[in-house]
């Protein structure tokens, strides 16, 4: 039903701001959008991505050459939030979203396996997004489709340890200069491996952590030099 009205609105809804997008309007097209965010009492570190954030940073990313990834989409509440923004900006940027679409274990208690390649792509067209490609399969595998590519901005949004270090190995390299690398769960204490493997990452790459707050979601990020 849902998906049903998501359908219908879908091309009219791309022409409205995403950022104008009524609250209720993420409910039904599962988008993440401004409105949509509750901020937080106190600053957190926890509590999912924020959207206005991510919107700061592909303004940001506007002057810098290279595309746009998100590592880990799950549903793609903030893949296709980003898509929508790009293209409603006129910004000839590539997204670039990977995801196994497999979660985790049952054992993890948000396991994210609710969703497929399908679920994402189709709404990726609701929208008309063609400026948007998902690369189902484990990173160390879907990788492999951008290696010769350069990147502006990369979200990883991937909770644990051993995919925090693929990533980082993967895309810091291939990072424009001021391009920025933006992690959901660094100060989440839901997910210490992420943090555990960025410090790694810095120790070793000399890159240092820099945050950023919007809404009292603090979260933080490394730049390219
Ligand atoms: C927190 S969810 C992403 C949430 C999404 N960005 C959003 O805002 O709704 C984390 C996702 O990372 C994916 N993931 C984690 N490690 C992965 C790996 N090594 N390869 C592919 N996908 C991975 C999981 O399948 C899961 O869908």
Same mark, same amino acid.
């Given at each position: ?5 998501? $359908? ?43 959207? =206005? ?17 998100? #590592? ?33 274990? /049952? ?5 994210? $396996?609710?969703?497929?390649?399908? @679920?994402? /792509?189709?709404?990726? %067209?609701? +929208? ?11 990173? =160390?595998?879907?990788?492999? *489709?951008?290696?010769?590519? =350069? +990147? ?5 949004? #991937?909770? @644990? ?8 190995? +993967?895309? &810091?390299? =291939?990072? %424009? ?8 769960? &660094? ?7 992420? $943090?555990?493997?960025?410090?790694? +990452? #810095?120790?070793?790459?000399? *890159?240092?952590? /820099? ?7 603090? $979260? ?6």
């Amino acid at each position: 039903m849902r998906r049903q009205i998501a $359908k219908a609105m879908g091309p009219v809804l791309s022409h409205v701001p995403v950022a104008m997008w009524p609250r209720i309007v993420s409910r039904f097209t599962g988008v993440l959008t401004p409105r949509a965010m509750t901020p937080h009492q106190t600053p957190s570190g926890s509590g999912g991505a924020n959207v =206005r954030l991510l919107f700061d940073f592909l303004d940001k990313a506007a002057g810098i050459d290279g595309d746009v990834a998100e #590592c880990g989409v799950w549903r793609g509440r903030t893949l296709i939030a980003m898509g929508l923004y790009l293209k409603q900006a006129g910004s000839p940027k590539k997204l670039w979203g990977f995801d196994s679409f497999a979660g985790f274990d /049952e054992a993890v208690p948000h396991n994210f $396996k609710n969703t497929s390649s399908d @679920v994402v /792509e189709g709404k990726a %067209a609701i +929208f008309g997004l063609s400026n948007v490609t998902i690369v189902p399969g484990y990173f =160390r595998e879907s990788f492999k *489709a951008v290696e010769n590519r =350069r +990147f502006s901005f990369v979200h990883i949004d #991937c909770d @644990v340890y051993d995919s925090y270090v693929e990533c980082l190995s +993967f895309f &810091y390299p =291939r990072m %424009a200069p001021g391009g920025v690398i933006l992690f959901d769960e &660094y100060d989440d204490p839901d997910w210490p491996g992420a $943090k555990r493997a960025v410090d790694e +990452f #810095c120790r070793s790459s000399g *890159a240092s952590v /820099e945050f950023a707050e919007k809404d009292n979601f603090r $979260k933080s990020y490394i730049r390219a030099t």
